[in-house]
Protein backbone atom coordinates (compact mmCIF):
# COMPACT_ATOMS: atom_id res chain seq x y z
CA UNK A 1 0.00 0.00 0.00
CA UNK A 2 1.83 3.37 -1.27
CA UNK A 3 1.21 5.92 1.07
CA UNK A 4 0.52 9.11 -0.97
CA UNK A 5 -2.84 6.78 -2.52
CA UNK A 6 -3.94 7.02 1.29
CA UNK A 7 -7.17 9.77 1.25
CA UNK A 8 -5.77 10.28 5.08
CA UNK A 9 -2.37 10.91 4.95
CA UNK A 10 -1.25 12.85 7.60
CA UNK A 11 -0.11 16.38 6.60
CA UNK A 12 2.31 17.42 8.94
CA UNK A 13 0.74 20.87 10.32
CA UNK A 14 3.51 23.43 12.02
CA UNK A 15 1.73 23.85 15.37
CA UNK A 16 1.92 20.01 15.59
CA UNK A 17 5.32 19.77 14.75
CA UNK A 18 6.18 21.65 17.54
CA UNK A 19 3.76 19.68 20.10
CA UNK A 20 4.10 22.73 22.41
CA UNK A 21 1.46 21.34 24.85
CA UNK A 22 -0.88 23.86 26.10
CA UNK A 23 -2.42 22.81 29.14
CA UNK A 24 -6.14 23.73 28.25
CA UNK A 25 -5.79 22.13 25.06
CA UNK A 26 -4.39 18.58 26.61
CA UNK A 27 -7.42 16.26 26.61
CA UNK A 28 -5.56 13.27 28.63
CA UNK A 29 -2.41 14.41 30.79
CA UNK A 30 -0.81 11.31 32.69
CA UNK A 31 2.05 12.59 34.95
CA UNK A 32 4.19 10.44 36.69
CA UNK A 33 2.32 7.44 36.50
CA UNK A 34 3.56 4.24 37.79
CA UNK A 35 1.80 1.02 37.44
CA UNK A 36 2.23 -2.58 39.20
CA UNK A 37 0.64 -6.08 38.25
CA UNK A 38 1.28 -7.72 41.45
CA UNK A 39 4.86 -7.14 42.31
CA UNK A 40 5.70 -7.04 38.95
CA UNK A 41 6.16 -3.35 37.80
CA UNK A 42 4.15 -2.91 33.82
CA UNK A 43 5.20 1.27 33.88
CA UNK A 44 7.49 3.78 34.98
CA UNK A 45 6.75 7.36 35.75
CA UNK A 46 4.96 7.71 32.63
CA UNK A 47 4.59 11.25 31.24
CA UNK A 48 2.14 12.22 28.36
CA UNK A 49 0.33 14.92 27.38
CA UNK A 50 -2.90 14.12 24.80
CA UNK A 51 -3.46 16.78 22.20
CA UNK A 52 -7.26 17.80 22.34
CA UNK A 53 -9.10 16.62 19.16
CA UNK A 54 -6.07 15.00 17.43
CA UNK A 55 -5.32 11.31 16.66
CA UNK A 56 -2.22 10.12 18.69
CA UNK A 57 -0.89 6.28 17.84
CA UNK A 58 1.10 4.46 21.42
CA UNK A 59 3.68 2.07 19.45
CA UNK A 60 5.75 -0.30 20.70
CA UNK A 61 7.11 -3.57 21.04
CA UNK A 62 4.83 -6.45 22.43
CA UNK A 63 4.90 -6.12 26.41
CA UNK A 64 6.15 -2.35 26.32
CA UNK A 65 2.82 -1.41 28.06
CA UNK A 66 0.97 0.56 25.88
CA UNK A 67 -2.20 -1.48 26.21
CA UNK A 68 -1.74 -1.06 29.88
CA UNK A 69 -0.98 2.56 29.79
CA UNK A 70 -4.29 2.61 27.72
CA UNK A 71 -6.63 0.88 29.97
CA UNK A 72 -5.77 2.38 33.04
CA UNK A 73 -7.50 6.11 31.50
CA UNK A 74 -10.51 4.25 31.36
CA UNK A 75 -9.23 2.71 34.66
CA UNK A 76 -10.76 -1.10 33.19
CA UNK A 77 -7.42 -2.12 34.57
CA UNK A 78 -8.84 -2.27 37.70
CA UNK A 79 -11.24 -5.40 36.89
CA UNK A 80 -8.11 -7.38 37.53
CA UNK A 81 -8.04 -7.07 41.18
CA UNK A 82 -4.20 -6.85 41.44
CA UNK A 83 -3.15 -3.64 40.10
CA UNK A 84 -1.51 -1.21 42.37
CA UNK A 85 -0.79 2.26 40.63
CA UNK A 86 0.92 5.77 41.69
CA UNK A 87 0.59 9.30 39.86
CA UNK A 88 -1.74 10.75 38.52
CA UNK A 89 -4.30 11.03 35.27
CA UNK A 90 -5.97 14.28 34.30
CA UNK A 91 -9.12 13.96 32.29
CA UNK A 92 -10.50 17.14 31.11
CA UNK A 93 -8.25 18.79 34.27
CA UNK A 94 -10.01 16.24 37.01
CA UNK A 95 -7.34 13.57 38.46
CA UNK A 96 -9.25 10.46 37.52
CA UNK A 97 -7.32 8.50 40.26
CA UNK A 98 -8.18 10.23 43.34
CA UNK A 99 -10.67 7.90 45.24
CA UNK A 100 -13.86 10.38 44.43
CA UNK A 101 -14.11 9.75 41.03
CA UNK A 102 -16.76 7.20 40.23
CA UNK A 103 -15.98 5.01 37.19
CA UNK A 104 -19.97 5.20 35.61
CA UNK A 105 -19.18 8.90 34.68
CA UNK A 106 -15.85 8.60 33.80
CA UNK A 107 -16.20 5.38 30.93
CA UNK A 108 -19.02 7.45 29.42
CA UNK A 109 -16.50 10.40 29.33
CA UNK A 110 -13.87 7.60 27.71
CA UNK A 111 -15.30 5.05 25.38
CA UNK A 112 -12.61 2.24 24.68
CA UNK A 113 -12.58 0.09 21.37
CA UNK A 114 -11.29 -3.32 21.99
CA UNK A 115 -8.72 -5.65 19.53
CA UNK A 116 -11.36 -7.85 18.90
CA UNK A 117 -14.37 -6.72 17.80
CA UNK A 118 -17.13 -7.26 20.96
CA UNK A 119 -21.01 -6.38 20.53
CA UNK A 120 -23.06 -7.78 23.22
CA UNK A 121 -25.10 -11.07 22.24
CA UNK A 122 -28.07 -8.40 21.57
CA UNK A 123 -29.50 -6.90 18.31
CA UNK A 124 -27.84 -4.00 16.37
CA UNK A 125 -30.35 -1.51 17.75
CA UNK A 126 -29.60 -2.43 21.53
CA UNK A 127 -25.86 -2.60 21.11
CA UNK A 128 -25.80 1.30 19.97
CA UNK A 129 -28.69 2.28 22.41
CA UNK A 130 -27.04 0.03 25.59
CA UNK A 131 -25.00 2.56 27.37
CA UNK A 132 -27.30 5.48 26.28
CA UNK A 133 -30.00 3.92 27.55
CA UNK A 134 -27.86 3.24 31.02
CA UNK A 135 -27.08 7.19 30.94
CA UNK A 136 -30.90 7.92 31.16
CA UNK A 137 -31.84 5.51 33.89
CA UNK A 138 -33.83 3.40 31.04
CA UNK A 139 -36.34 6.39 30.52
CA UNK A 140 -36.14 7.02 26.77
CA UNK A 141 -38.45 7.64 24.11
CA UNK A 142 -38.87 5.16 21.02
CA UNK A 143 -38.48 8.62 19.17
CA UNK A 144 -35.41 9.55 21.06
CA UNK A 145 -33.64 6.29 20.60
CA UNK A 146 -34.50 6.05 17.19
CA UNK A 147 -33.07 9.67 16.15
CA UNK A 148 -29.86 8.98 18.61
CA UNK A 149 -29.43 5.30 17.01
CA UNK A 150 -29.46 6.84 13.63
CA UNK A 151 -26.75 9.74 14.39
CA UNK A 152 -24.62 7.21 15.75
CA UNK A 153 -24.62 4.52 13.03
CA UNK A 154 -24.32 7.29 10.43
CA UNK A 155 -21.39 8.70 12.04
CA UNK A 156 -19.57 5.33 11.97
CA UNK A 157 -21.28 4.91 8.05
CA UNK A 158 -23.18 2.05 9.27
CA UNK A 159 -26.74 3.00 8.80
CA UNK A 160 -27.11 2.39 5.23
CA UNK A 161 -25.69 -1.38 5.71
CA UNK A 162 -27.93 -2.32 8.47
CA UNK A 163 -30.83 -0.01 8.43
CA UNK A 164 -33.28 -3.20 7.37
CA UNK A 165 -31.90 -5.49 10.16
CA UNK A 166 -31.44 -3.27 13.28
CA UNK A 167 -33.54 -6.24 15.12
CA UNK A 168 -30.55 -8.70 13.98
CA UNK A 169 -28.22 -10.05 16.12
CA UNK A 170 -24.86 -7.59 16.52
CA UNK A 171 -22.58 -10.56 16.15
CA UNK A 172 -23.89 -12.05 13.01
CA UNK A 173 -21.92 -8.89 11.35
CA UNK A 174 -18.95 -9.03 9.46
CA UNK A 175 -15.92 -7.92 11.56
CA UNK A 176 -15.95 -4.66 9.85
CA UNK A 177 -19.01 -3.98 10.85
CA UNK A 178 -18.77 -5.32 14.15
CA UNK A 179 -15.83 -2.80 15.10
CA UNK A 180 -17.71 -0.22 13.33
CA UNK A 181 -20.24 -0.77 15.74
CA UNK A 182 -18.54 -0.90 18.52
CA UNK A 183 -17.34 2.66 18.26
CA UNK A 184 -21.22 4.03 17.13
CA UNK A 185 -22.24 2.21 20.89
CA UNK A 186 -19.97 4.47 22.01
CA UNK A 187 -20.88 8.22 20.71
CA UNK A 188 -24.58 8.63 22.04
CA UNK A 189 -23.38 9.31 25.49
CA UNK A 190 -21.08 11.72 23.91
CA UNK A 191 -17.68 10.91 25.14
CA UNK A 192 -14.47 13.30 24.85
CA UNK A 193 -11.69 10.63 24.34
CA UNK A 194 -11.81 7.59 22.89
CA UNK A 195 -9.33 4.63 23.44
CA UNK A 196 -8.70 2.28 20.70
CA UNK A 197 -6.85 -0.92 21.42
CA UNK A 198 -5.25 -2.20 18.15
CA UNK A 199 -8.76 -1.87 17.06
CA UNK A 200 -7.45 -2.96 13.26
CA UNK A 201 -5.66 -5.95 14.56
CA UNK A 202 -8.33 -8.58 13.67
CA UNK A 203 -9.50 -7.14 10.49
CA UNK A 204 -8.21 -7.61 6.73
CA UNK A 205 -6.87 -5.23 5.02
CA UNK A 206 -9.91 -3.99 3.42
CA UNK A 207 -11.49 -3.62 6.80
CA UNK A 208 -8.47 -1.68 8.58
CA UNK A 209 -8.61 0.83 5.88
CA UNK A 210 -12.28 1.50 6.39
CA UNK A 211 -11.84 1.65 10.15
CA UNK A 212 -8.73 3.67 9.71
CA UNK A 213 -10.73 5.86 7.45
CA UNK A 214 -13.45 6.33 9.79
CA UNK A 215 -11.47 6.94 12.99
CA UNK A 216 -9.74 10.03 11.07
CA UNK A 217 -13.27 11.30 10.37
CA UNK A 218 -13.71 10.86 14.31
CA UNK A 219 -10.89 12.64 15.35
CA UNK A 220 -11.19 16.55 15.99
CA UNK A 221 -14.91 15.88 17.69
CA UNK A 222 -13.22 13.25 19.56
CA UNK A 223 -9.32 13.03 21.51
CA UNK A 224 -8.68 9.12 19.96
CA UNK A 225 -5.52 7.63 21.83
CA UNK A 226 -4.87 4.19 19.49
CA UNK A 227 -2.78 1.80 20.40
CA UNK A 228 -1.00 -0.04 17.70
CA UNK A 229 1.73 -2.44 16.79
CA UNK A 230 1.41 -1.36 12.75
CA UNK A 231 3.91 1.15 12.42
CA UNK A 232 2.54 1.83 8.83
CA UNK A 233 -0.96 2.22 10.72
CA UNK A 234 0.56 4.70 12.97
CA UNK A 235 2.06 6.73 10.20
CA UNK A 236 -0.76 7.08 8.17
CA UNK A 237 -3.54 7.42 10.47
CA UNK A 238 -2.58 9.24 13.21
CA UNK A 239 -1.38 13.27 13.71
CA UNK A 240 1.44 12.29 17.09
CA UNK A 241 3.34 9.50 17.86
CA UNK A 242 4.15 8.22 21.41
CA UNK A 243 6.94 5.48 21.50
CA UNK A 244 7.30 3.35 24.62
CA UNK A 245 9.99 0.42 25.64
CA UNK A 246 9.65 -1.29 28.57
CA UNK A 247 7.16 0.76 30.47
CA UNK A 248 8.65 3.59 29.90
CA UNK A 249 7.86 6.42 27.43
CA UNK A 250 11.32 7.21 24.93
CA UNK A 251 9.82 9.91 22.53
CA UNK A 252 6.46 12.08 21.51
CA UNK A 253 6.47 13.85 18.74
CA UNK A 254 4.46 14.73 14.94
CA UNK A 255 3.77 11.35 13.31
CA UNK A 256 5.99 13.02 10.40
CA UNK A 257 9.00 14.11 12.31
CA UNK A 258 9.05 10.69 13.99
CA UNK A 259 9.12 8.50 11.42
CA UNK A 260 11.51 11.22 9.24
CA UNK A 261 13.59 12.19 12.40
CA UNK A 262 13.06 10.43 15.41
CA UNK A 263 14.91 12.07 18.25
CA UNK A 264 16.13 9.18 19.96
CA UNK A 265 18.11 6.46 18.83
CA UNK A 266 15.78 3.76 20.19
CA UNK A 267 12.77 5.38 17.90
CA UNK A 268 15.19 5.10 15.24
CA UNK A 269 16.24 1.63 15.96
CA UNK A 270 12.35 0.44 16.77
CA UNK A 271 10.62 2.31 13.57
CA UNK A 272 13.51 0.55 11.21
CA UNK A 273 13.04 -2.37 12.81
CA UNK A 274 15.94 -3.20 14.02
CA UNK A 275 14.13 -4.43 17.50
CA UNK A 276 10.72 -5.35 18.52
CA UNK B 1 11.21 -59.15 -7.52
CA UNK B 2 11.16 -58.87 -3.70
CA UNK B 3 13.61 -56.74 -1.79
CA UNK B 4 14.23 -57.41 1.87
CA UNK B 5 12.28 -54.60 2.77
CA UNK B 6 9.31 -55.51 0.53
CA UNK B 7 7.44 -56.73 3.86
CA UNK B 8 7.74 -53.28 5.28
CA UNK B 9 4.14 -52.09 4.64
CA UNK B 10 2.97 -55.23 5.49
CA UNK B 11 0.68 -55.54 9.02
CA UNK B 12 2.50 -57.38 11.90
CA UNK B 13 1.12 -58.70 14.81
CA UNK B 14 3.37 -57.15 17.95
CA UNK B 15 2.73 -56.44 21.07
CA UNK B 16 1.49 -52.77 20.35
CA UNK B 17 -0.87 -54.37 17.97
CA UNK B 18 -2.51 -56.79 20.08
CA UNK B 19 -2.58 -54.36 23.37
CA UNK B 20 -4.35 -51.80 20.65
CA UNK B 21 -6.66 -54.32 19.63
CA UNK B 22 -7.40 -55.03 23.66
CA UNK B 23 -7.80 -51.48 24.46
CA UNK B 24 -10.35 -50.99 22.01
CA UNK B 25 -12.62 -53.80 22.69
CA UNK B 26 -12.68 -52.55 26.12
CA UNK B 27 -13.21 -49.13 25.73
CA UNK B 28 -16.04 -50.10 23.02
CA UNK B 29 -17.67 -52.54 25.83
CA UNK B 30 -17.07 -49.70 28.29
CA UNK B 31 -18.98 -47.49 26.31
CA UNK B 32 -21.83 -49.47 24.75
CA UNK B 33 -22.31 -50.68 28.10
CA UNK B 34 -23.84 -47.73 29.47
CA UNK B 35 -26.62 -47.56 26.64
CA UNK B 36 -27.48 -51.34 27.53
CA UNK B 37 -28.25 -50.71 31.08
CA UNK B 38 -30.18 -48.12 30.29
CA UNK B 39 -32.37 -49.60 27.26
CA UNK B 40 -32.59 -53.27 29.77
CA UNK B 41 -33.79 -50.94 32.70
CA UNK B 42 -36.71 -49.51 30.38
CA UNK B 43 -37.12 -52.92 28.78
CA UNK B 44 -37.69 -54.36 32.60
CA UNK B 45 -39.65 -51.65 33.58
CA UNK B 46 -41.86 -51.42 30.82
CA UNK B 47 -42.38 -55.59 30.60
CA UNK B 48 -43.34 -55.28 34.17
CA UNK B 49 -45.89 -52.86 33.73
CA UNK B 50 -46.71 -52.12 30.08
CA UNK B 51 -49.48 -54.78 30.10
CA UNK B 52 -50.93 -53.76 32.93
CA UNK B 53 -51.14 -50.19 31.81
CA UNK B 54 -52.63 -51.17 28.43
CA UNK B 55 -54.66 -54.51 29.90
CA UNK B 56 -56.22 -53.15 33.48
CA UNK B 57 -55.41 -50.25 34.46
CA UNK B 58 -57.86 -47.38 34.11
CA UNK B 59 -56.16 -44.44 33.11
CA UNK B 60 -58.72 -42.10 33.53
CA UNK B 61 -59.32 -43.11 37.11
CA UNK B 62 -56.07 -43.41 37.79
CA UNK B 63 -55.25 -39.43 36.85
CA UNK B 64 -58.81 -38.68 38.45
CA UNK B 65 -58.64 -40.63 41.51
CA UNK B 66 -56.97 -40.16 44.73
CA UNK B 67 -58.17 -43.17 45.40
CA UNK B 68 -55.09 -45.70 46.03
CA UNK B 69 -56.10 -49.06 47.88
CA UNK B 70 -53.67 -51.56 45.86
CA UNK B 71 -54.24 -54.15 48.20
CA UNK B 72 -58.32 -53.64 48.58
CA UNK B 73 -60.21 -57.25 48.02
CA UNK B 74 -61.73 -58.22 45.97
CA UNK B 75 -61.96 -55.08 43.97
CA UNK B 76 -58.18 -53.04 44.19
CA UNK B 77 -58.35 -49.31 43.36
CA UNK B 78 -55.64 -47.53 41.37
CA UNK B 79 -56.12 -44.07 41.81
CA UNK B 80 -52.63 -42.09 41.01
CA UNK B 81 -53.98 -38.47 41.89
CA UNK B 82 -53.21 -38.33 45.26
CA UNK B 83 -49.19 -39.46 44.72
CA UNK B 84 -49.12 -37.34 41.57
CA UNK B 85 -50.33 -34.24 43.91
CA UNK B 86 -47.47 -35.45 46.78
CA UNK B 87 -44.86 -35.65 44.00
CA UNK B 88 -45.85 -32.67 42.37
CA UNK B 89 -46.44 -30.06 45.53
CA UNK B 90 -43.06 -31.33 47.15
CA UNK B 91 -40.86 -30.90 44.20
CA UNK B 92 -42.95 -27.39 43.34
CA UNK B 93 -41.81 -25.95 46.97
CA UNK B 94 -38.41 -27.35 46.76
CA UNK B 95 -38.15 -25.14 43.44
CA UNK B 96 -39.30 -22.13 45.51
CA UNK B 97 -36.58 -22.65 47.64
CA UNK B 98 -33.80 -23.87 45.81
CA UNK B 99 -33.95 -21.62 42.44
CA UNK B 100 -33.49 -18.41 43.99
CA UNK B 101 -31.20 -19.80 46.52
CA UNK B 102 -28.81 -21.88 44.00
CA UNK B 103 -28.80 -18.99 41.65
CA UNK B 104 -27.69 -16.50 44.30
CA UNK B 105 -25.03 -18.50 45.22
CA UNK B 106 -24.21 -19.57 41.78
CA UNK B 107 -24.09 -15.65 40.30
CA UNK B 108 -21.95 -14.87 44.06
CA UNK B 109 -19.48 -17.69 43.05
CA UNK B 110 -19.36 -16.86 39.51
CA UNK B 111 -18.89 -12.78 39.52
CA UNK B 112 -18.61 -11.56 42.75
CA UNK B 113 -16.19 -14.40 44.61
CA UNK B 114 -12.67 -14.22 43.97
CA UNK B 115 -9.57 -16.26 45.16
CA UNK B 116 -9.70 -18.49 47.90
CA UNK B 117 -13.31 -17.60 48.87
CA UNK B 118 -14.86 -19.02 45.14
CA UNK B 119 -12.26 -22.18 45.86
CA UNK B 120 -13.64 -22.50 49.36
CA UNK B 121 -17.13 -22.04 48.19
CA UNK B 122 -17.09 -24.14 45.06
CA UNK B 123 -16.07 -27.00 46.94
CA UNK B 124 -18.44 -26.72 50.30
CA UNK B 125 -20.89 -26.99 47.07
CA UNK B 126 -19.32 -30.02 45.96
CA UNK B 127 -19.34 -31.20 49.39
CA UNK B 128 -22.94 -30.32 50.18
CA UNK B 129 -24.23 -32.49 46.93
CA UNK B 130 -22.54 -35.65 48.04
CA UNK B 131 -24.26 -35.57 51.45
CA UNK B 132 -26.54 -38.90 51.09
CA UNK B 133 -30.00 -38.55 50.78
CA UNK B 134 -31.20 -40.52 53.88
CA UNK B 135 -28.83 -38.27 56.01
CA UNK B 136 -31.10 -35.41 54.38
CA UNK B 137 -34.21 -37.71 55.52
CA UNK B 138 -32.77 -37.98 59.04
CA UNK B 139 -32.31 -34.35 59.42
CA UNK B 140 -36.32 -34.00 58.26
CA UNK B 141 -37.43 -36.08 60.52
CA UNK B 142 -35.13 -35.23 63.74
CA UNK B 143 -34.77 -31.18 63.17
CA UNK B 144 -37.08 -29.95 60.95
CA UNK B 145 -39.60 -31.88 61.87
CA UNK B 146 -40.20 -30.49 65.82
CA UNK B 147 -38.89 -27.45 64.36
CA UNK B 148 -41.91 -27.15 62.04
CA UNK B 149 -44.14 -28.26 65.04
CA UNK B 150 -42.97 -25.88 67.67
CA UNK B 151 -42.71 -22.93 65.13
CA UNK B 152 -45.67 -23.02 63.83
CA UNK B 153 -48.11 -24.51 66.07
CA UNK B 154 -48.86 -27.34 63.70
CA UNK B 155 -49.87 -30.78 65.12
CA UNK B 156 -47.61 -33.03 62.71
CA UNK B 157 -44.49 -31.83 61.20
CA UNK B 158 -43.71 -34.49 58.85
CA UNK B 159 -45.68 -32.32 55.90
CA UNK B 160 -44.73 -30.93 52.00
CA UNK B 161 -43.22 -28.05 53.94
CA UNK B 162 -40.97 -30.52 55.54
CA UNK B 163 -39.84 -32.37 52.40
CA UNK B 164 -39.87 -29.18 50.15
CA UNK B 165 -37.28 -27.39 52.38
CA UNK B 166 -35.35 -30.64 52.54
CA UNK B 167 -35.54 -31.32 48.61
CA UNK B 168 -34.58 -27.88 48.11
CA UNK B 169 -31.56 -28.26 50.23
CA UNK B 170 -30.38 -31.14 48.47
CA UNK B 171 -31.56 -30.03 44.75
CA UNK B 172 -29.33 -26.86 45.22
CA UNK B 173 -26.06 -28.15 45.24
CA UNK B 174 -26.04 -29.69 41.46
CA UNK B 175 -28.29 -26.54 40.19
CA UNK B 176 -25.50 -24.03 41.79
CA UNK B 177 -22.72 -26.17 39.83
CA UNK B 178 -24.22 -26.49 36.71
CA UNK B 179 -25.59 -22.37 36.97
CA UNK B 180 -21.91 -21.56 37.55
CA UNK B 181 -20.59 -23.37 34.57
CA UNK B 182 -23.32 -21.49 32.23
CA UNK B 183 -22.03 -17.93 33.70
CA UNK B 184 -18.59 -19.13 33.32
CA UNK B 185 -19.44 -20.70 29.58
CA UNK B 186 -20.57 -16.55 29.15
CA UNK B 187 -17.11 -15.16 27.63
CA UNK B 188 -15.41 -12.02 29.41
CA UNK B 189 -15.03 -9.92 26.37
CA UNK B 190 -18.91 -8.85 27.29
CA UNK B 191 -18.02 -7.99 31.11
CA UNK B 192 -15.41 -5.87 29.87
CA UNK B 193 -17.64 -4.69 26.84
CA UNK B 194 -20.58 -3.61 29.21
CA UNK B 195 -18.49 -2.61 32.20
CA UNK B 196 -16.30 -0.25 29.57
CA UNK B 197 -19.38 1.75 28.88
CA UNK B 198 -20.18 2.47 32.18
CA UNK B 199 -22.25 -0.60 33.38
CA UNK B 200 -22.18 -0.95 37.28
CA UNK B 201 -21.81 -4.72 38.03
CA UNK B 202 -25.17 -5.19 38.63
CA UNK B 203 -26.32 -3.96 35.55
CA UNK B 204 -23.88 -6.28 33.72
CA UNK B 205 -24.94 -8.89 35.28
CA UNK B 206 -28.82 -8.46 34.27
CA UNK B 207 -28.33 -6.95 31.65
CA UNK B 208 -25.37 -9.25 29.30
CA UNK B 209 -24.42 -11.98 31.72
CA UNK B 210 -27.47 -13.30 32.75
CA UNK B 211 -30.02 -13.25 29.07
CA UNK B 212 -26.78 -15.03 27.39
CA UNK B 213 -26.52 -17.82 30.08
CA UNK B 214 -29.93 -18.08 30.70
CA UNK B 215 -30.41 -21.30 28.16
CA UNK B 216 -27.62 -22.90 30.56
CA UNK B 217 -29.34 -21.02 33.69
CA UNK B 218 -32.76 -22.80 32.61
CA UNK B 219 -31.43 -26.77 32.37
CA UNK B 220 -30.04 -26.02 35.81
CA UNK B 221 -33.42 -25.59 37.08
CA UNK B 222 -34.87 -28.37 35.28
CA UNK B 223 -31.68 -31.05 36.46
CA UNK B 224 -33.19 -29.39 39.57
CA UNK B 225 -36.65 -30.54 39.09
CA UNK B 226 -35.77 -34.04 37.57
CA UNK B 227 -33.50 -34.84 40.98
CA UNK B 228 -36.57 -33.50 43.24
CA UNK B 229 -39.07 -35.84 41.13
CA UNK B 230 -36.85 -38.66 41.21
CA UNK B 231 -35.60 -38.14 44.83
CA UNK B 232 -37.32 -41.10 47.25
CA UNK B 233 -35.63 -41.60 50.73
CA UNK B 234 -35.27 -38.39 52.09
CA UNK B 235 -38.79 -37.75 50.16
CA UNK B 236 -40.75 -40.83 52.30
CA UNK B 237 -39.13 -39.45 55.26
CA UNK B 238 -39.64 -35.85 55.27
CA UNK B 239 -43.29 -35.67 53.63
CA UNK B 240 -45.42 -38.24 56.26
CA UNK B 241 -46.08 -40.57 53.06
CA UNK B 242 -49.75 -39.69 54.03
CA UNK B 243 -52.44 -40.03 51.18
CA UNK B 244 -53.62 -36.62 50.59
CA UNK B 245 -53.91 -33.87 47.98
CA UNK B 246 -52.36 -31.31 49.80
CA UNK B 247 -53.59 -27.91 50.17
CA UNK B 248 -51.34 -26.37 52.14
CA UNK B 249 -47.71 -26.23 52.96
CA UNK B 250 -48.45 -28.10 56.63
CA UNK B 251 -50.40 -31.28 55.02
CA UNK B 252 -48.57 -34.39 54.62
CA UNK B 253 -48.58 -36.20 51.52
CA UNK B 254 -46.87 -39.24 49.56
CA UNK B 255 -44.61 -39.44 46.61
CA UNK B 256 -44.70 -41.09 43.87
CA UNK B 257 -41.38 -42.74 44.77
CA UNK B 258 -42.01 -42.97 48.21
CA UNK B 259 -44.92 -45.14 47.29
CA UNK B 260 -43.49 -47.51 44.72
CA UNK B 261 -39.95 -47.97 47.83
CA UNK B 262 -42.64 -48.53 50.79
CA UNK B 263 -44.82 -51.09 48.92
CA UNK B 264 -42.59 -52.84 46.58
CA UNK B 265 -40.94 -54.91 49.49
CA UNK B 266 -45.08 -56.24 50.44
CA UNK B 267 -45.98 -56.98 47.04
CA UNK B 268 -45.99 -60.81 45.06
CA UNK B 269 -44.23 -60.92 42.25
CA UNK B 270 -46.09 -60.18 39.03
CA UNK B 271 -48.90 -59.33 41.05
CA UNK B 272 -51.74 -56.25 40.30
CA UNK B 273 -50.09 -54.18 42.76
CA UNK B 274 -46.51 -54.72 42.15
CA UNK B 275 -47.10 -53.70 38.27
CA UNK B 276 -49.07 -51.22 39.06
CA UNK B 277 -45.93 -49.77 40.87
CA UNK B 278 -44.10 -50.57 37.89
CA UNK B 279 -46.52 -48.87 36.16
CA UNK B 280 -46.04 -45.85 38.22
CA UNK B 281 -42.13 -46.34 37.66
CA UNK B 282 -43.01 -46.04 34.20
CA UNK B 283 -44.65 -42.57 34.64
CA UNK B 284 -41.29 -41.15 36.98
CA UNK B 285 -39.29 -42.50 33.85
CA UNK B 286 -40.91 -40.82 31.71
CA UNK B 287 -41.10 -37.33 33.16
CA UNK B 288 -37.64 -37.28 34.19
CA UNK B 289 -36.68 -38.86 30.84
CA UNK B 290 -38.63 -35.65 29.21
CA UNK B 291 -37.17 -33.41 31.74
CA UNK B 292 -33.27 -34.06 31.34
CA UNK B 293 -33.57 -34.49 27.77
CA UNK B 294 -35.13 -30.82 27.60
CA UNK B 295 -31.98 -29.68 29.64
CA UNK B 296 -29.56 -31.23 27.58
CA UNK B 297 -31.03 -29.66 24.34
CA UNK B 298 -30.96 -25.93 26.20
CA UNK B 299 -27.31 -26.79 27.78
CA UNK B 300 -25.86 -27.89 23.75
CA UNK B 301 -28.30 -25.05 22.60
CA UNK B 302 -26.66 -22.58 24.92
CA UNK B 303 -23.22 -23.59 23.85
CA UNK B 304 -23.92 -23.39 20.09
CA UNK B 305 -25.43 -19.78 20.26
CA UNK B 306 -22.28 -18.67 21.70
CA UNK B 307 -19.97 -20.05 18.98
Known amino acids: ?276 | MSSPQSDRLDDRIDAAWIWDRIARAVIFVGGISAIIFVVAIFAFVAKEGLTFIFQKLDLGFFFTSMEWRPAQEPEPEFGGLALIAGTASVTGLAMLIAVPFSLGVAIYIGEFATGKVRETLKILVELLAAIPSVVWGFIGLTILNPLIIDLFNVPVGLTVLNAGIILGLMAAPIMTTIAEDALKAVPDSYREAAEAMGATRWQVIRQVVLPSASKGLVAAILLGVGRGFGETMAVLMASGHAINIPTSPFDSARALTATIAAELGDTARGSDHYKALFSLGILLFLVTFVINLLADVLVRKGASDRS
Not at chain 1, 93 to 113: D, F, H, K, S, Y
Request: neutral net charge.
Open chain 1, 1 to 276: MAESTQPHTVAVTPEAQAIVVDPSTAAIRVRQFNLWYGDFQALFNVDIDVTHGKVTSLIGPSGCGKSTLLRSINRINERLGYVRTTGNIELLGQNILTPGVELTPLRRAVGMVFQRPNPLPLSIRDNVLFAYRLSKGGKTTRAEEDQVLQKALEEVLLWDQVKDRLTRAATALSLEEQQKLCIARLLPVKPSVLLMDEPCSALDPKATLAVEELIWKLRGEYSILIVTHNMAQARRASDECIFMLMGEVVEHSATGEMFVTPKQQKTADYIEGRFG
